[in-house]
C-alpha cells in the first residue's frame, strides 16, 4: 500500500484537530473553573448537578417560607401583647372604678373609651399590605364598621350594640370621607349584634366604611366592632410534605364563638361606667380576665410553632451546604490537576507539529515519486 503525502497530512490534521480540541476543553475548564460546561462534558455528571441545583432551589424557597411564617408569628405575637397589656389596663380601670365615685367613673369612661380603639386598631393590623387577622379577606379590616359591595350588590350593614337603642342612624363613607348613604333601621337596634340591609342608592364596587349613631331614653348607646373577615388560615409549606397552619382568624383570639368577645365587653364597661351601675362594673372585671385568658391561650399555641420553625430551619440551613458541595465536588474542576493536564497536551501537541514538519516536507522529488 502506497502511503501519500495527501494520507500523512489527513492524518496529522486529524491528530492536531484532536489534540487542539483537548487543549480548547481544558483551558475552557480553567477559565471557567468548572470541568463541566455542557451536557456532553459529562451526562451523568449534568444530571447530577442539575438534580442537586433543584434541590437546592427547593430549600431556599423552604427557608424563605419559614423566614415569612416566622416573621408572621412574630408580628402577631407582638401585637397580641400589647392587647393583652391595654385589656389590663382596662381591667385595672375597671376594678378600680368599683370602688370609684360618680365623677371618676365618668372619666374612666372616656379613658375606656380610647383603649378600646387602640385595641380594635392592633386587631386590625397588618403584615405588608395585608390584614393578619382577617382570615382570606386580607383586604378587609378584620374588625369595625365596613360594608362590601361586589358586583353591584351590597352585603349587610354589621356592627354591635352594648344596649337596646330606639335610634340608630348609618352613615355611609367613601374613601375621602364623603357622606354617599344614611340608612335608619324601623325600630331601631337591639343589645349585641344587628344586621341591616342596605337601602338606597349602590354606589360603586369597593370596601365601605360606616358609623353608627345608637341612642335610648337614657341617651346615646354604645356601638362596637365586629368581625368582618373570613375562617380561612394560611398554610405555608416548610419541607417535603409538611406546612404549617398560621391562624388567619381573628374570631379565635377577640371573638370565639361560645366565649367572651373582648369588644363587647369593652363596650358594655364604657356603658356601665357612663351609667354608674356598680354591680355590672364587678361582673365586667371578671370577663376581662375570660379576655385576657383567651390571648393568652392563643398566644401560648404559638410557641410550639415557633419551635417547629426554628427546628426546620436549621435543618435546611444545616442541609444547603451539603447540597452546594456536592454541586461543587461534581461540577467544578481541580485547578491544580487541570493546569498539569493544560502542560502535557500543550507538550504534545508542540511535539506533534514538530513531528509534522519533518515528516511531511512536500519536494519536487516527493512529487515525482
Known sequence: MRVTN?????TMTRYLMRQSNDLYRVQEQISTQKKINRPSDDPTGMRQVLDYRAKIATVEQYLDNIGRATTRLESTETTLDVVDDLIGVVREVSQQ?????????????????DLYKQVVELANSKSGKNYMFSGHKTDTPAFGHVVDISGGTPGDLVFGLADDATNVTMEVIDE????????????????????????????????YKFTVTASNAGGDVVDYATYNG????????????TEITINADGREIFTPAG???TFEVIADLITALKNDDTAAINTLTQQLD??????????????????????????????KPKLEQLVSKTENVDLNEAAMRLNQLDLAYQSTIATAARIIQPSLLNFLK
Open 176 to 207: 375621602t370621607g364623603s357622606v354617599i348613604n344614611t340608612i335608619t333601621p324601623a325600630g331601631g337596634g337591639t343589645d349585641g349584634v344587628n344586621t341591616v340591609s342596605w337601602s338606597g342608592v349602590i354606589p360603586a364596587d369597593g370596601i
Open 97 to 113: 372604678q368599683a370602688r370609684g365615685t360618680t365623677q371618676s367613673r365618668t372619666f374612666a369612661a372616656d379613658t375606656v373609651k
Open 290 to 319: 375570660s379576655v385576657r385568658t383567651q390571648v393568652s391561650e392563643f398566644r401560648a399555641a404559638s410557641a410550639p410553632k415557633m419551635f417547629q420553625l426554628e427546628t426546620t430551619e436549621n435543618f435546611w440551613s444545616n442541609y
Open 259 to 261: 366565649q367572651t368577645d
Open 6 to 10: 495527501s494520507m500523512m497530512s489527513n
Open 230 to 241: 373570613d375562617n380561612g388560615t394560611a398554610r405555608i409549606i416548610i419541607g417535603e410534605n
